[in-house]
């Protein structure tokens, strides 16, 4: 007798929120940063306007904005 067991993938678990909202314009973070041990947040436009200049300083980067491309394949 054989079983076959069907696993569903895990589901991802994101630390950004809707409710995390970026320091420059008020739109949905996708990017955290810390800084001076101060976390700051930004959509994925400022998050890559600045992210040459962030990552220089930054103590860790935290990157979400692959959810954006993933919402896109899931409406199509």
């Known amino acids: ?3 076959s067991t069907t696993t569903e993938p895990a ?3 994101y630390r950004l929120s809707a409710a995390d909202r970026c320091d ?3 739109a949905q973070a996708y990017i955290a ?3 001076n041990g101060s976390e700051l947040l930004f959509c994925a436009h400022h998050g ?3 992210e ?3 990552r220089a300083v ?3 980067w935290h990157d979400e904005t692959s959810r954006l491309t993933e919402a896109l394949l899931a409406n199509d």
Request: glycine share 4%; charged share 30%; proline share 0%.
């Open 1 to 3: 007798m054989s079983m």
């Open 58 to 60: 930054a103590t860790t």
């Open 52 to 54: 040459e200049k962030l």
């Open 33 to 35: 940063a810390e800084v």
């Open 24 to 26: 420059s314009c008020g």
């Open 11 to 13: 589901a991802r678990v």
């Open 48 to 50: 890559r306007k600045y």
